[in-house]
């Protein structure tokens, strides 16, 4: 509220230069020198200081499109109008008062002189203002850029700053504008912000200017970004309100600027990053984290081939969905090899290690058919068992692998869940707090809350928590998850995670809502490939347990593949190695230092008697030997 607070000088602006601006035209014309006289200039100078709220107030419309173009160039002479007067008055002061000359100012023919001198001052100072805001004003930069492309020495970039298409900028300005910039014969043409005046109202014409920015010539297009000027929101001589909801843009902004063929560039948080000693670093895979999860990213890669395997992967979802739905389930055997190997840098020949590597567990979808590991296991977990691995305890030798070859088969049901089929029973076990991670902190209580609303049946509530989840969220690849102090609270107030995050936040919801809710991780192994991942599964009396991935659901949500976005609130996909049922649990035997993943096992732990090592000292590799399909 500066305009308020700034009112009273605002006023008593214009009273002192009525004052003086009268006193001059009382030495030139004596018939204003009785008071009733007064009113006629008086009643001009309240017309336009008032010109700015009155043209607030105003509804939209011709009307006050007019005020507030009074308004603005009354502001703009007021200016230039004060600073004369100002002036005026303290030489006035040091040679009236200071220098011993007092008798030579104070006469009606001085009056009319400063009066005269002020006026002259004030005209050429406004026109001087009103022409060169007309000017366009070029200035060339040589940046040298420590990158080299293929076939390219040199680009040519013009930036284009505060266009401010309002009141004052239009059609004409925009046709001298593109004219400049199809002068440079650019490369690439970059519109920095503040392209508008805060009111899509104020552009005049904008079908009109849109088709004169469509005729930027530039090699590689035209891009632009917004400034602190392009959001819809009420100005006052210049001064914005604070408003309680998000300050956005006008949704006719963006349609202008995809109409004059301006691609808008928006800080969706893409890449996250963050600040060490004066210096931004961004996590070592956040390109390809973007990549993967931006198609429109993706497409843009040089490579014309890139999205064939994210196309491929989306196919073949599409079609396996389409068989579970017309059979009812569908049945895999798949055996895999996974090799994991010290670094150089970490290997300590003659000294015990002990090495932890994840194998399927027996758990509802999937089933252990055999294990094999080389160097032989030490132990290998019961089959229940909550994070299930094989451990080796042995004497390390110079680049010694460690080998594990399973079997496993996922026999993965389609169940198509009716709200009105739910029984109201409501099971005691899987609603409980597990801290740190699944906690009901306030936040979180009033998240479902809000979520939930008046809703009482749990499978519409789930539903709710999973459409909130993969809608209002994007997956991102996020630094350790030990770094975050509650990951619910990290996902939700950013809607920004991993496949992991996106999980327990719905566990979180459900749990919170009294709807049993479990952990689940291991592989994502399709015939040709292998990825770490992660989902969750809740329960809903009368079908027990029903999955909810909502990585996969989000990315099918963002694609609109919505069939294949249904399919993963009640369903998986037949390629998921189970093996985690639970977050954040011990090892069996536990480790004795800290894991490098203290939630979940999936690229497995190594530790010396003496320390553990970190994704950065060891790698695991996966191999598929054999994928076949069962009836």
């Known amino acids: 509220m500066i305009a308020i607070l700034l009112a009273p000088v605002y006023l008593l602006a214009n009273y002192y230069l009525l004052r003086r601006v009268m006193g001059w035209v009382k030495a030139w014309f004596p018939f204003f020198r009785t008071a009733r006289h007064w009113a006629l200039p008086v009643a001009v100078q309240a017309f336009l200081a008032c010109s700015i709220v009155i043209a607030f107030f105003l509804p939209e419309g011709r009307a006050r499109r007019v005020m507030k173009l009074i308004g603005n160039y009354w502001l703009g002479v007021l200016l230039y109008v004060l600073l004369a007067v100002i002036a005026a008055d303290l030489l006035r002061l040091l040679l009236g008062y200071v220098l011993p000359f007092k008798h030579i100012f104070v006469t009606t023919q001085m009056h009319r002189i400063a009066g005269c001198v002020c006026a002259l001052v004030i005209l050429i100072a406004s026109i001087w203002g009103v022409v060169n805001a007309r000017i366009i004003h070029v200035t060339p930069y040589d940046v040298t850029v420590d990158k080299t492309v293929e076939g390219m020495d040199e680009m040519k970039v013009v930036l284009v700053a505060d266009l401010h298409l309002g009141y004052n900028i239009g059609e004409k300005q925009m046709q001298q504008m593109v004219d400049r910039i199809n002068e440079q014969d650019a490369d690439l043409v970059v519109i920095a912000g503040d392209i508008f005046d805060n009111e899509w109202e104020a552009v005049e014409a904008p079908e009109t200017i849109a088709a004169t920015l469509r005729s930027i010539r530039s090699k590689y297009g035209?891009?632009?970004?917004?400034g602190n000027h392009d959001i819809e929101e009420p100005v006052l001589a210049g001064f914005t309100f604070r408003q309680s909801e998000k300050k956005e843009s006008d949704p006719r902004m963006d349609e202008f600027l995809k109409n004059a063929n301006i691609t808008l560039l928006r800080d969706e948080g893409t890449l996250d990053w963050v600040m060490i000693d004066g210096s931004v670093f961004y996590k070592d895979n956040a390109l390809s984290s973007a990549v993967k999860t931006r198609p429109d990213l993706h497409a843009r890669l040089l490579d014309p081939h890139a999205l064939d395997e994210?196309?491929?992967?989306?196919?073949?979802?599409?079609?396996?969905?389409?068989?579970?739905?017309?059979?009812?389930?569908?049945?895999?055997?798949?055996?895999m090899r996974t090799t994991l190997t010290i670094e150089s840098h970490a290997q300590r020949p003659g000294q015990r290690i002990h090495v932890y590597m994840p194998v399927p567990l027996k758990d509802a979808q999937c089933t252990p058919v055999s294990i094999a590991t080389a160097p032989e296991a030490t132990k290998i977990s019961a089959e229940d068992h909550p994070q299930r691995t094989a451990y080796f305890d042995t004497i390390y030798q110079k680049d010694m692998p460690f080998v594990t070859e399973f079997t496993y088969e996922i026999d993965a049901p389609y169940v198509k869940p009716d709200p009105r089929e739910v029984i109201s029973d409501r099971p005691n076990f899987d609603i409980q707090e597990s801290l740190p991670h699944i906690r009901f902190t306030p936040f979180i209580r009033a998240l479902c809350a809000e979520l939930k609303g008046s809703e009482n049946n749990p499978l519409l509530i789930a539903r709710r928590f999973y459409d909130y989840c993969t809608t209002q969220a994007v997956y991102r690849f996020v630094p350790p998850y030990f770094t975050k102090v509650n990951i619910p609270e990290y996902f939700a107030a950013g809607q920004r995670g991993d496949c992991g995050m996106h999980a327990i936040t719905f566990i979180t919801l459900c749990r919170c809502a009294g709807i049993p809710a479990q952990w689940q991780a291991g592989l994502y192994a399709r015939p040709t490939d292998v990825g770490n991942h992660d989902w969750a599964r809740f329960y809903i009396a009368p079908y027990g347990w029903l999955y909810a991935d909502c990585s996969f659901g989000g990315s099918a949500y963002r694609a609109g593949a919505l069939d294949r976005w249904d399919f993963y609130f009640g369903n998986l996909d037949p390629f998921r190695m189970v093996a985690n049922r639970a977050f954040q649990q011990d090892f069996d035997p536990p480790m004795h230092d800290l894991r490098a993943d203290p939630y979940d096992s999936q690229s497995?732990?190594?530790?010396?008697?003496?320390?553990?090592l970190t994704y950065h000292d060891f790698t695991m590799n996966r191999e598929i030997l054999s994928w076949e399909e069962l009836s």
């Open 222 to 226: 035209v891009y632009a970004c917004y």
């Open 310 to 335: 994210s196309n491929a992967n989306a196919q073949l979802l599409d079609d396996v969905i389409a068989r579970m739905k017309r059979d009812g389930h569908m049945h895999i055997r798949c055996k």
């Open 604 to 612: 497995g732990e190594v530790e010396y008697d003496d320390q553990s």
